[in-house]
């Protein structure tokens, strides 16, 4: 049972090492992240929510315009507006970096 790797020795391990920065993160951009967009969020008792139905408008805790939270991950990283993508799909551009002092 093979694990996809080959062993080197240590010389051209060290000649196919890349340098430090962006080209060292050649080996996490095939690696899948979830990506959400939260536009608000409401509580509701199960008791409401039972209650809901076709058409039912749940309240938010965001007013139009504000910006929505952009989650990798489920941590937060940014936040950013909604934006009309080709005919009817919606996506969201960002317009804020959350430092992670921040995102808690």
């Known amino acids: 049972?093979?694990?996809?790797?080959?062993?080197?020795?240590?010389?051209?391990?060290?000649?196919?090492?890349?340098?430090?920065?962006?080209q060292g993160l050649d080996a996490v951009y095939d690696i899948p992240v979830q990506v959400s967009a939260v536009l608000g969020r409401a509580t509701l008792q199960v008791s409401q929510l039972l209650k809901l139905g076709r058409g039912a408008v749940v309240e938010l805790d965001r007013k139009l315009g504000e910006a929505v939270d952009i989650y990798v991950n489920n941590r937060l990283v940014a936040r950013g507006e909604v934006v009309m993508v080709e005919d009817n799909r919606l996506g969201v551009t960002m317009t804020e970096i959350v430092k992670a002092d921040r995102a808690g």
Do not use: H
């Open 1 to 22: 049972m093979s694990n996809g790797f080959e062993p080197v020795s240590a010389d051209e391990a060290t000649e196919s090492r890349p340098a430090p920065g962006i």
